[in-house]
């Protein structure tokens, strides 16, 4: 979707898709628009509750019924599990994805994990989707006129022109790029802390390669699953930064997370899109 600042400030029904690496800034700015007022999509969110729920029940369920006392009671129907998924806590997704690696560890099998990685791939594809039909129901239902979609940090792995065809189509779509001086911090925030993420599975074969065979593992069924986790992050984010751009630059705009940073309200995000509008031809 394209338009003038001065198209922009005068739209009635404002629909925007943010679009950021993890750590840009990207929920904590959606965050800032009031929910009285702009109904707020979390794609993470969808993917967890509807096209992943019954995945991740099934692995709480399996590492559940190992543990004797849980297996009586499960088998039983005397308790029973559910998800406590929220925009604020989305754990059990992350925990769904899971690690590659040893297993003693915690880790998965490299058939597991790249069947939880295209799982993910498919429920991102089919949460993006959604948006148009959300963005009707938060008007019909709802009577929200404004709408945001806090988009998933890997919808530019998903190599699908349909999605962004789909989201361009029906919301502005905003990139927070990251400045060079912010690269490092979030990079460094991941290593301490890793998570798993998902990859595209080119990326994923070319870089396990590179890993088994600069730390001389004989297979992924030895290595660490953080130790990967870890390695791998810098090598993510690096390939990710230009996807993300090219999207912006075919149908969208682009804004500094440094410029993010300093938003406070409403009022300074409607500036904020503005202003990245208007410095665009």
């Not at 993910?120 to 709408?147: L, R, S, T």
């Not at 190599?159 to 400045?179: F, G, H, M, R, S």
């Amino acid at each position: 979707m394209r338009m003038s600042a001065q198209d922009f400030l005068d739209w009635q029904s404002k629909r925007i898709t943010l679009l950021a690496m993890s750590g840009a800034g990207k929920t904590t700015l959606a965050n800032k628009l009031p929910k009285a007022k702009w109904f707020h999509y979390s794609g993470d969110y969808r993917i967890g509750t509807k096209y992943l729920k019954e995945p991740i029940l099934d692995n709480i369920k399996r590492h559940a019924i190992s543990v004797p006392f849980l297996r009586e009671l499960l088998l039983s129907d005397s308790i029973y599990i559910a998800n406590k998924i929220t925009v604020d806590n989305l754990a059990a997704v992350s925990s769904f994805l899971g690690k590659l690696g040893n297993s003693e560890l915690g880790g998965l099998s490299l058939k597991e994990f790249k069947r939880r990685q295209k799982l993910h791939h498919q429920a991102e594809v089919a949460a993006m989707n959604d948006v148009p039909d959300f963005i009707h129901k938060a008007d019909d239902i709802y009577g929200y006129k404004n709408f945001i979609n806090d988009a998933g940090g890997s919808v530019c792995e998903l190599d699908n022109q349909e999605v962004l065809e789909t989201l361009a189509e029906n919301t502005l779509i905003i990139y927070i790029k990251i400045p060079l001086t912010l690269e490092q911090t979030i990079i460094e925030r991941a290593k301490t802390d890793p998570k798993p993420l998902y990859y595209r599975e080119a990326f994923l074969d070319e870089k396990l390669a590179e890993f088994l065979s600069l730390k001389n593992y004989s297979s992924t069924e030895i290595m660490p699953p953080d130790e990967f986790v870890t390695w791998v992050f810098p090598e993510l984010f690096k390939s990710r930064l230009p996807r993300y751009q090219a999207i912006a630059d075919q149908y969208g705009y682009t804004v500094d997370a440094n410029e993010v940073a300093k938003v406070k309200n409403e009022a300074d995000f409607i500036r904020l899109v503005a202003d990245a509008l208007a410095k665009r031809p």
